[in-house]
């Protein structure tokens, strides 16, 4: 099963705002949910589409890179078998649908070639503020995990505080301070490769808008510049260094 | 008013077994647990732990209800999933559950482990799989999904409690 139109599936104009899907889904989930159709063989898929269709609105680049890899694969499918290409058929049959919810691609992300940066994980040396950081960004409280990390004193600023630092900006948006951060990181601690690895995720991640053309158009020389700026603002802005929003 | 509630609806007993334990860590002897299942009374508290299992990316109706008349206390959430989980759709599963929190101030965060399948999930997991994967993959996936029958177990408890304590330490 592959939803074809989200917003008709919740009801909800093109326009819609993340609250308005938010309050449709709600809606949706309710009266489809099983609980009140324990008899209807079809309330699951029902159940299913409304779902998919909730991601698709709330995670549109998942979305967006499924729909390249099954495009490149429909073309590979018509080179090597010479057959006319089915649309999605062509694909899986059903990523989600029928099988509770599940998704294979999730599972196997790194096969398909996903490189999108997963978040930091707890370590047992981790101090507390660290540990609050790092629940703060698995919660998607960016800001939260900005100011956590500001209360720290610059001695205690180490490869794990920039790293921290690089993910909570990134979660921000901050795509070129995440860079330079995670860059600092990796400076003062080369033989980590967590650090390592997120930094060539943050460069491919940057590779990958540039190529998209997504509000992303800007070569080494023009981060050197945005960073020259940045130096001015965080001069001028003192605490606000890592909130400044571009 | 109670410091904490736990309050949970276990249908498979998984979420039970998390709710008893997540009990036993909490810092006062001003708490209460409750099994939704037998009493559907919710008691006034500082801090709720709502906990629930996970099925078709949605729960029991009741927690729903639940969860957007709450009007007051932090909230946190925890749950068990019958399915193989990675970081990201533990990520999207937050997101389905915690959006029926009216309040977003009042969202302290989520938990989530695998638990043990029902043999008919178990058996449709294992025979989708088997059409859908290739050798490599089908191995991979099958000794996730055979690992987690023994869920929660130790780990998940140790993750669960120290879950707590990064929540409890949070400043709300």
């Excluded at chain 1, 991601?55 to 890899?69: C, G, V």
């Excluded at chain 1, 808008?209 to 945005?226: I, S, V």
């Excluded at chain 2, 949605?58 to 019958?82: D, R, V």
């Amino acid at each position: 099963m592959a939803v074809q139109d989200p917003h008709k599936i919740l009801g909800v104009s093109e326009n819609a705002t993340q609250d308005e899907i938010k309050r449709a889904y709600r809606r949706k989930a309710k009266e489809y949910h099983p609980d009140l159709h324990p008899n209807d063989p079809t309330i699951n898929k029902k159940m299913s589409e409304v779902n998919e269709a909730y991601d698709m609105l709330m995670n549109p680049e998942k979305y967006a890179k499924r729909t390249q890899q099954q495009n490149s694969y429909g073309q590979q499918q018509r080179q090597s078998s010479g057959n006319t290409y089915q649309g999605t058929g062509g694909w899986s049959g059903g990523w989600t649908g029928d099988f509770g919810g599940f998704d294979f691609e999730d599972f196997f992300g790194s096969f398909y070639g996903d490189s999108s940066p997963t978040g930091p994980q707890a370590r047992a040396d981790d101090c507390v503020e660290f540990q609050q950081v790092i629940m703060a960004i698995s919660r998607h409280q960016y800001q939260q995990a900005v100011q956590i990390l500001n209360t720290m004193i610059s001695t205690r600023r180490n490869g794990r505080w920039y790293y921290l630092s690089a993910w909570s900006n990134h979660g921000l948006g901050n795509s070129i301070l995440a860079l330079e951060q995670i860059r600092k990181a990796v400076q003062l601690d080369p033989d980590n490769a967590e650090y390592r690895r997120t930094m060539q995720q943050f460069q491919r991640a940057g590779q990958t808008y540039q190529q998209n053309g997504q509000d992303f158009h800007m070569d080494f020389g023009g981060a050197e510049r945005l960073c020259l700026s940045l130096c001015a603002a965080q001069f001028f802005c003192g605490s606000m260094r890592f909130c400044i929003p571009f | 008013m109670y410091d904490f509630a736990v309050l949970f609806l276990s249908e498979t007993g998984n979420a039970g077994m998390l709710a008893k334990e997540l009990y036993s860590y909490l810092p006062s002897d001003n708490k209460v647990i409750v099994d939704l299942q037998q009493d559907e009374n919710i008691p006034k508290a500082s801090f709720y732990f709502i906990g629930f299992d996970i099925r078709n990316e949605t729960c029991n109706l009741k927690i729903l209800n639940l969860l957007g008349e709450i009007e007051e206390g932090m909230i946190a959430l925890f749950a068990t999933c019958g399915q193989p989980l990675t970081d990201r759709s533990r990520d999207q599963l937050e997101g389905k559950f915690n959006l029926w929190i009216e309040n977003e101030d009042q969202y302290a965060g989520m938990f989530i482990c695998q638990g043990r399948l029902p043999k008919d999930s178990y058996s449709r997991y294992r025979q989708k799989a088997q059409q859908t994967l290739s050798e490599e993959q089908l191995e991979q996936f099958l000794s996730q999904l055979e690992e987690g029958q023994s869920h929660p177990n130790d780990t998940d408890m140790a993750e669960l409690k120290s879950f707590v304590e990064n929540v409890l330490q949070m400043p709300f």
